[in-house]
């Protein structure tokens, strides 16, 4: 069977288990499904953070997720893909991301979703505003993330 | 060409996008940069780290030194935080 790729950036929260079991229904080729969830966390270095608000490149964000997805898919031998990308304010407590991958065998399946959340984090053009109770401010991004990214970089 | 600005570039600029017409001796990625800057005070903060600013042309990643001929759609933005 030909893998499925679903890629989605909205304002809308989703299902975690229906986007899970949407991507195996139907299939017995699928041997593991791995998934990965971003969540709003309330907190930041002991600052309360009331909510965070998404932007996005509308066109390039999309672009950037299909290319990871298709390098993912060149790399792994997957079944099945799904990227999910929340935009707009986001509560403590609510999804913002999700990456789900299917396989044959779970090597691939989180190898693949580790590889496609570190790119998101450092290529897909998406910024974070925080909200705190001193102010609002935009999230710097992380030296770790830039180091977790190179790790899957081919000489 | 359209050049757009998203999240603190976009803020302290003071708009998304705008169509400007940058002069021939204006070459790259890197010099765009510059040329902005000179535009006023909002510009110059905007850019006034110019190692921190990503752009992308077309839509695509693309490195200070690249030529901008051609180009449709140049964006500058922070380093990128989703995820």
């Known amino acids: 069977m030909t893998a499925i790729v679903s890629i989605r950036i909205q304002e809308a929260d989703f299902d975690t288990a229906r986007e899970i079991a949407q991507l195996s229904k ?20 002991g600052d309360v953070i009331s909510a965070l608000t998404l932007e996005h490149y509308p066109g390039m964000a999309e672009a950037e997720i ?13 079944n099945g893909l799904t990227i999910v990308h929340r935009v707009g304010r986001i509560t403590p407590g609510e999804n913002i991301v999700l990456v789900v991958t299917a396989s044959s065998h779970r090597q691939a399946a989180f190898q693949a979703a580790e590889f496609l959340m570190d790119y998101l984090k450092t290529s897909a053009p998406f910024w974070k505003r925080e909200e705190r109770e001193g102010g609002d401010n935009w999230v710097e991004a992380q030296a770790h993330d830039d180091a977790a990214a190179r790790r899957w970089t081919r000489s | 060409m359209k ?18 017409d940058p002069p021939p001796t204006v070459r790259t990625v890197g010099e765009l940069v510059a040329w902005l800057s000179s535009r006023g005070e909002t510009y110059a903060h905007a850019f006034e780290t110019p190692k921190v600013i990503r752009a992308a042309i077309d839509q695509v990643h693309v490195r200070p030194e690249t030529a901008i001929a051609g180009a449709r759609e140049v964006a500058f933005f922070p380093p990128m935080t989703g995820g």
């Open chain 1, 26 to 45: 139907g299939r017995t080729d699928i041997g593991a499904v791995v998934s990965f969830s971003g969540i709003c966390r309330g907190s930041e270095h």
């Open chain 1, 66 to 78: 299909t290319r990871h997805a298709n390098e993912a898919m060149a790399r792994w031998p997957l």
């Open chain 2, 3 to 20: 050049i757009k600005y998203f999240a603190w570039v976009r803020e302290r600029i003071g708009k998304g996008e705008e169509i400007l």
